[in-house]
């Protein structure tokens, strides 16, 4: 699907409204699973409805929230700290991460982080730059502006 071809997605998903919508369209742009976090690892929504393989994706939909022990993992890895610095959307493929690499987009809120979209791809070569420009599309506008909207 071509970049231009985002933005009607992106704006049929927002007069839908929703996060289930906005989720949804991403995934049908990017043909990758994506998943919302708040900024304590507390599921807020993913799709597609479907098992992945991904320990981060388990504990969502096992647990509704990322383990202690896995953010543990991330934390002593650095995944953490790398992240809270960075203003567009980034790639986390390293340590746990490197089976089942994410593009990730920390969703601010005044300037705070108040969640995270993650995307996963299945193979290292699904992160592609592209994929990462668009997620920094999807998730600037809405998620930024509208985080605290229910499911």
Request: charged share 20%; hydrophobic share 40%; aromatic share 10%.
């Amino acid at each position: 699907m071509l970049k231009d071809q985002l933005y009607p997605l992106m704006l049929d998903a927002l007069i839908k409204g929703g996060f289930h919508e906005l989720i949804k369209a991403a995934y049908e742009y990017l043909q990758l699973p994506v998943l919302i976090v708040d900024a304590e690892y507390n599921h807020i929504g993913h799709f597609p409805d479907e098992p992945v393989n991904d320990q981060v994706w388990k504990e969502l939909l096992e647990f509704g929230r990322v383990q202690y022990q896995t953010i543990q993992i991330l934390n002593n890895e650095g995944t953490m700290r790398f992240g809270i610095r960075q203003t567009h959307s980034y790639l986390l493929s390293d340590g746990f991460l490197e089976k089942s690499p994410h593009i990730t987009g920390n969703i601010l809120l005044g300037g705070a982080i108040v969640g995270y979209i993650g995307v996963i791809c299945q193979h290292g070569s699904e992160c592609t730059k592209e994929r990462l420009e668009a997620v920094d599309i999807i998730y600037a506008g809405r998620l930024r502006s509208s985080f605290n909207v229910s499911k």
